[in-house]
């Protein structure tokens, strides 16, 4: 039986869970005051805080880390690999500090990961970060030859549920063929082949638009309101990644509370969440044409997914496409505990960085 400490630092908040094989023995969410974080710009100044509010946490739960036979954590902006289960090593170590391909609470992962493994001479390791890369070769190009299209990726949950709907097909996961649409706070729609990510929007800049993202946007007019003198680059980039999408129209980034409001009969809510279902439609069937139609089935999967309203509209929208299955939620924390698990079983070997 192996025990399996999972961590996923977000931007206020660490999630940790410990694992006994398959089973969840408990499951937390630290919650970091903003006023804290704030006064440790640099993730190097985060952790040892953060470090100790999970011994802490544990603690409390009863929870002795000596007992721990692996650490996984959630991987950051590191440089475009393979998906698979990756072991922390001083390499990986160095760009997740250094921020070289992007600074994000996520690369907390590998780092506090290392520390705890470090502590009771067991392994560190990271499952399918956002940067995992399999695009064919046609779809890096992107129109302009000063742009190549990046693969910037929900890949530890749409890895997850590919296996388990493969799974439940009796399939293993190199012979099954899908299309998902993970649908959060942005929304990555992928054309997944025989296992592997061949085609993604990217969910920062291309796409559906999300709760707060704006997605891919007409070219000239963005052109042109970046010489407008209304926004720095910064204000422009924080407008369309984190108030854009439905928070742009609407004031709010909660899908349940729109969701209310067009009931009630809020026409604007309504044509909201009509463009945003419209868009996701869209970008699976542009994908069901880079799988030439051949696939096993459509995923609707991330939190949106647990809207039966949005859900359906979306089904009217794809169902001739094939298949839907639905599901809901990320579980992100499951998704690395069995990453790790298959290395620590013998299914898989551990990638090297």
Not at 14 to 36: C, G, M, W
Not at 298 to 321: E, M, P, Q, W, Y
Request: aromatic share 4%.
């Amino acid at each position: 039986m192996m025990k399996i400490l999972a961590v996923n630092p977000g931007s206020t908040s660490t999630k940790l869970a410990v694992y006994e094989n398959e089973n969840s023995l408990f499951e937390q969410t630290i919650r970091h005051p903003d006023d804290e974080i704030m006064k440790l710009p640099e993730l190097d100044d985060q952790l040892p805080y953060r470090l100790e509010s999970i011994v802490e946490a544990l603690r409390l739960q009863g929870f002795n880390p000596s007992h721990l036979d692996a650490v996984v954590g959630r991987g950051g902006m590191l440089k475009p690999m393979d998906s698979g289960t990756y072991l922390v090593d001083e390499n990986l170590l160095n760009d997740a500090r250094s921020g070289k391909y992007g600074n994000h609470a996520s690369n907390l992962g590998s780092m506090i990961a290392a520390e705890i493994a470090d502590s009771h001479q067991i392994p560190a390791y990271i499952v399918d970060p956002v940067c995992v890369d399999e695009l064919a070769d046609e779809a890096r190009i992107s129109g302009l030859v000063d742009i190549e299209r990046k693969s910037h990726v929900h890949a530890l949950n749409i890895k997850a549920v590919s296996r388990k709907t493969a799974a439940h097909l009796g399939k293993n996961l190199d012979d099954a063929s899908f299309i998902i649409a993970h649908l959060g706070g942005g929304i990555s729609v992928a054309a997944v082949r025989n296992g592997r990510i061949i085609d993604v929007n990217n969910a920062e800049n291309e796409g559906p638009f999300s709760p707060e993202r704006a997605g891919g946007l007409p070219a000239k007019q963005l052109v042109q309101l970046c010489f407008s003198g209304k926004y720095t680059e910064k204000d422009l980039l924080q407008k369309m990644t984190k108030q854009g999408g439905v928070f742009s129209y609407l004031g709010t980034k909660n899908l349940m509370e729109v969701e209310d409001w067009a009931a009630e009969g809020d026409l604007e809510a309504a044509m909201v969440i009509k463009a945003m279902v419209h868009q996701i439609g869209k970008e699976i069937g542009a994908m069901a044409t880079v799988l030439e139609g051949e696939m096993d089935g459509i995923i609707l999967t991330g939190g949106v997914a647990h809207s039966d309203r949005i859900v359906a509209l979306i089904r009217k929208k794809i169902s001739f496409l094939g298949k839907v299955f639905v599901l809901p939620g990320e579980a992100e924390m499951e998704a690395l505990a069995a990453g790790a698990l298959r290395v620590m079983g013998g299914i898989e070997d551990a990638k090297i960085y």
